[in-house]
């Protein structure tokens, strides 16, 4: 099983990314999936989290109302469109797959992940 994380870069405060996450060896059409960062010399933190069916999404503080989470199951992809981004938002940005549906209360914490991507920097400069 694979998470392949694609679509970041550097831009400036106020531009948008869309992040995409391709899953491959296995379907996740029926497992809850995330987004999760990390900033040099910070903990991964929680930035959303999508259901199954896509019909339930969560967020984290820091990006909620900027950003939205979606699926494509019958491309085995999620994806993160991130809107007004901000030097702050600088990270890496990995996806993270479930074994299962969860509970969306659950699903801001790492430890509910199964599965993993290598990550893709985001920069964003002022």
């Known amino acids: 099983v694979q998470l392949q994380a694609s679509g970041g870069g550097l831009v400036q405060a106020g531009d948008s990314l869309r992040l995409s996450c391709a899953a491959s060896?296995?379907?996740?059409?029926?497992?809850?999936m995330a987004w999760f960062r990390q900033a040099a010399g910070k903990e991964r933190e929680f930035v959303a989290a999508?259901?199954?069916?896509?019909?339930?999404?969560s967020y984290g503080d820091d990006v909620r109302g900027r950003s939205t989470i979606s699926r494509d199951n019958a491309k085995n992809t999620v994806y993160l469109q991130m809107n007004s981004l901000r030097p702050e938002d600088t990270a890496v940005y990995y996806c993270?797959?479930?074994?299962?549906?969860?509970?969306?209360?659950?699903?801001?914490?790492?430890?509910?992940?199964?599965?993993w991507g290598q990550g893709t920097q985001v920069t964003v400069s002022s």
């Open positions: 993270a797959a479930k074994n299962g549906i969860g509970f969306m209360f659950k699903l801001s914490s790492t430890d509910e992940y199964d599965y």
């Open positions: 060896g296995r379907s996740f059409s029926n497992d809850a």
């Open positions: 999508i259901n199954w069916s896509g019909g339930s999404r």
